[in-house]
């Protein structure tokens, strides 16, 4: 069901991968670090705001993007996080609702890997109610000042531009905060046992004074972030998948090879089953994902729809990993194989970009015409 092109940007992508993921990721998970070297390799891959056009961004269609993704979170869910951080998040927002001077200033680089974005949405007491933030942006002559805080947000201490929503006298607005700026300071959330190969920050902003036109011009409201949010979420749809498919495979893998009672495992009638599930679940989810994409591409996708793909196949992903987890046994708790961590970093993917219970509520609405969210 793929065009020869397609199949080349996945396996193209596949092999990224393979040599500069998988051989790495146990180390960088468990040390808790992201590998800032490989955003400039990301850059040169195409994959930074690869669905975007123009300004040194590479124009692929929704599905390749999407094939990019499940291959990127089959290596891990951090790394494929930052691809849509920067991509479909900080250079999609830029790209949709920014000025010309805005988008020459930044997505060129952003595109290269040599500058690098994040999205402040999020706060300590705004998270699934984003029209509750309480960052504001007040005006002082021609001058913005803005002030609050932004919690969750990827890749905050490693970035050079913060696109920051905020409330104003006339609704939220969405700025582009160079993080040298006078009063903008980040730091990294630390403990995490999910997504620990990928930076997540809180940003403080202090009275940061903006030029007037660090204002994205296009952006009125909360369908400005909302935008880019759905950017992000179809890339989840097709990322969880990937994330699973490495579960399933590990664990069919090994239980071809894990000796008891005197043969392999995945002779037994019940590890048949649970392999069989995993693969129907697999197999329907990227599905899903396929015709979403496809839609996307043809301009026909509704936001509701992505809404079904991503409570669908995160949620699926999990139990895929926790499956696969019960195959490989004690062993499937360690680092030696990439189930556990897939288990763990899913429920970091399960609860952004939505929460099951919005993705639910946003499917209600659209089945009733009632909405339920207040």
């Known amino acids: ?47 930074l705001g690869m669905h975007l056009s123009g300004y040194g961004c590479a124009g692929k269609s929704a599905v390749e993007y999407g094939l990019a993704c499940m291959e990127l979170e089959a290596g891990d869910s951090g790394l494929r996080t930052f691809v849509s951080v920067q991509g479909s998040l900080a250079m999609s927002a830029i790209h949709k609702f920014g000025s010309e001077e805005q988008k020459q200033q930044w997505l060129p680089r952003m595109a290269k890997g040599e500058a690098i974005g994040c999205f402040g949405l999020s706060e300590p007491e705004a998270g699934s109610d984003p029209a509750s933030m309480k960052t504001f942006a007040r005006k002082d002559g021609s001058d913005w000042i803005l002030s ?43 403990h995490k046992v999910s997504m620990r190969a990928s930076g997540q920050s ?11 036109d660090a204002m994205l011009p296009e952006a009125k409201g909360l369908k400005g972030p909302f935008a880019s949010l759905n950017e992000a979420r179809y890339g989840v749809i097709w990322g ?11 664990a069919l893998e090994y239980s071809k090879n894990r000796i008891q009672f005197g043969k392999p495992i995945a ?19 990227t599905m899903v994902a396929l015709h979403i994409g496809r839609m996307k591409d043809e301009g026909t996708l509704r936001p509701e729809q992505v809404s079904f793909g991503k409570l669908n196949n995160v949620r699926e992903a999990i139990e895929i990993a926790r499956e696969a987890r019960t195959i490989l046994g004690g062993n ?12 763990n970093n899913l429920e970091s993917v399960r609860t952004y970009e939505g929460t099951d219970e919005v993705h639910t509520l946003v499917l209600g609405q659209a089945l009733t015409g009632i909405p339920a969210f207040r």
């Open 240 to 250: 969880a998948m990937g994330a699973a498919r490495d579960c399933y495979e590990c």
């Open 332 to 343: 499937g708790i360690t680092l030696e194989y990439p189930v556990i961590r897939h288990a």
């Open 148 to 190: 609050g805080r932004k919690r969750w947000i990827g890749m905050g201490t490693i970035a050079d531009v913060a696109v920051v929503w905020a409330q104003t006298d006339d609704g939220v607005r969405g700025f582009l905060v160079p993080t040298d700026t006078s009063g903008f300071s980040a730091k990294d959330i630390v």
């Open 267 to 285: 002779s037994f009638q019940l590890t048949q089953q649970k392999l069989v599930q995993m693969m129907l679940e697999i197999q329907k989810g």
């Open 202 to 212: 809180e940003l403080h902003l202090q009275e940061c004074r903006l030029p007037s």
């Open 1 to 47: 069901m793929l065009s020869d092109e397609e199949r080349a940007v996945r396996e193209e992508v596949r092999g990224f991968v393979r040599e500069k993921i998988k051989p790495y990721i146990q180390d960088w998970w468990e040390k808790a670090l992201f590998p800032r070297e490989i955003v400039p390799q990301m850059g040169a891959q195409g994959l």
